[in-house]
């Protein structure tokens, strides 16, 4: 996703020209109608006739000492970056380009392509780095926080999430879970993700939690307590389960120390945020969008040497794909 910063004033050139490129989305920032940064003549600008997916909205060049004037506070200052960032992943999804504008394309539009290049390819300092912009660091920070949020959250339609009794058995013996076990939920998607992450903080800060396959067979051989994994997994075989009535069987070659090993996860049901959280298993979560190729991994293992394998139960399971 290629993005371009852009000025009015460019956009004009760009239109009148007949030259806007395609495939190629606009997000526009326009002044708001106060008075104060308002000239009498002003008008927001019109790209409706471009024919491309547009995003606009009327938000002024402010810093941070400026908010009290206008009764603004950081935190209310651009609520719709929400909005925005589910804009800017449905571009990124049909795969299309950004045009960031602004009236003078050098501030808001600035803020705006730096957040959206930090997000997505970890390069935004360039933005900052060229001497002719000066990118607005608040509207950069609201963007890049919800396009965070939004990959945190939304782009996590299928999850996997143990019964919390379960979850509570296996983490009990952990030094620090009795403070925060009250406050964890497990209800539906929102409250999963979090969990999961509050549970691998806490794991990493008793050095009981592995971080990749590797690390896992040392600590089996050396008999580390180390018995929980977290990491993404990519490229796993569905290998049993069609009904809600079988446990759903997931394995994983893998290759240690020039020994063909198998990670074997074995899980009852997985939860669909869109069907309103029940537990289910779904047909089309199997064997049509998301057939368990990749997903982030939370979950409690052992060695089982008569299979030589690894097997997993897996606690919390998000960003299946």
Same mark, same amino acid.
Request: contains cysteine; negative net charge; aromatic residues 10%.
């Given at each position: 996703?290629?993005?371009?910063?852009?000025?009015?004033?460019?956009?004009?050139?760009?239109?009148?020209?007949?030259?806007?490129?395609?495939?190629?989305?606009?997000?526009?920032?326009?002044?708001?109608?106060?008075?104060?940064?308002?000239?009498?003549?002003?008008?927001?600008?019109?790209?409706?006739?471009?024919?491309?997916?547009?995003?606009?909205?009327?938000?002024?060049?402010?810093?941070?000492?400026?908010?009290?004037?206008?009764?603004?506070?950081?935190?209310?200052?651009?609520?719709?970056?929400?909005?925005?960032?589910?804009?800017?992943?449905?571009?990124?999804?049909?795969?299309?380009?950004?045009?960031?504008?602004?009236?003078?394309?050098?501030?808001?539009?600035?803020?705006?392509?730096?957040?959206?290049?930090?997000?997505?390819?970890?390069?935004?300092?360039?933005?900052?780095?060229?001497?002719?912009?000066?990118?607005?660091?608040?509207?950069?920070?609201?963007?890049?926080?919800?396009?965070?949020?939004?990959?945190?959250?939304?782009?996590?339609?299928?999850?996997?999430?143990?019964?919390?009794?379960?979850?509570?058995?296996?983490?009990?013996?952990?030094?620090?879970?009795?403070?925060?076990?009250?406050?964890?939920?497990?209800?539906?998607?929102?409250?999963?993700?979090?969990?999961?992450?509050?549970?691998?903080?806490? @794991?990493? !800060?008793?050095? &009981? =939690?592995?971080?990749?396959?590797? +690390? /896992?067979?040392?600590?089996?051989?050396?008999?580390? $307590?180390?018995?929980?994994?977290?990491?993404?997994?990519?490229?796993?075989?569905?290998?049993?389960?069609?009904?809600?009535?079988?446990?759903?069987?997931?394995?994983?070659?893998?290759?240690?120390?020039?020994?063909?090993?198998?990670?074997?996860?074995?899980?009852?049901?997985?939860?669909?945020?869109?069907?309103?959280?029940?537990?289910?298993?779904?047909?089309?979560?199997?064997?049509?969008?998301?057939? @368990?190729? !990749?997903?982030? &991994? =939370?979950?409690?293992?052992?060695? +089982? /040497?008569?299979?030589?394998?690894?097997?997993?139960? $897996?606690?919390?399971?998000?960003?299946?794909?």
């Amino acid at each position: 996703m290629k993005v371009t910063i852009c000025s009015r004033r460019d956009m004009e050139t760009l239109t009148v020209r007949g030259e806007f490129p395609k495939n190629t989305a606009v997000i526009s920032f326009y002044d708001t109608p106060d008075k104060r940064v308002r000239s009498a003549h002003y008008t927001a600008p019109d790209y409706t006739k471009l024919g491309c997916r547009l995003y606009q909205t009327a938000v002024d060049d402010l810093d941070p000492n400026d908010l009290g004037d206008y009764g603004l506070t950081v935190e209310s200052f651009f609520p719709e970056a929400d909005d925005l960032a589910a804009f800017i992943y449905e571009v990124f999804r049909a795969g299309e380009d950004i045009i960031c504008e602004c009236d003078y394309g050098d501030s808001r539009s600035a803020g705006c392509a730096a957040a959206i290049k930090e997000h997505f390819m970890h390069d935004g300092i360039t933005v900052f780095a060229d001497y002719r912009l000066c990118p607005n660091q608040m509207l950069y920070n609201k963007i890049h926080d919800a396009l965070e949020k939004y990959k945190r959250y939304e782009t996590s339609e299928y999850y996997y999430c143990a019964k919390p009794e379960e979850i509570r058995s296996r983490m009990e013996q952990v030094h620090g879970f009795a403070e925060i076990a009250d406050s964890l939920r497990f209800s539906d998607k929102t409250a999963c993700i979090d969990a999961k992450d509050r549970l691998e903080h806490l @794991l990493d !800060e008793q050095k &009981l =939690l592995c971080r990749s396959w590797d +690390d /896992a067979m040392r600590g089996f051989a050396e008999k580390r $307590p180390c018995r929980f994994i977290s990491l993404r997994m990519t490229g796993t075989e569905w290998i049993a389960g069609s009904n809600e009535q079988t446990p759903v069987i997931v394995r994983k070659a893998y290759v240690y120390a020039g020994e063909q090993i198998h990670i074997q996860l074995r899980m009852l049901r997985i939860r669909q945020e869109r069907r309103r959280h029940r537990d289910i298993l779904r047909r089309d979560v199997l064997f049509g969008k998301c057939g @368990l190729r !990749e997903f982030d &991994l =939370l979950g409690v293992m052992f060695w +089982d /040497a008569d299979e030589r394998q690894i097997a997993v139960t $897996p606690l919390i399971i998000t960003n299946m794909q």
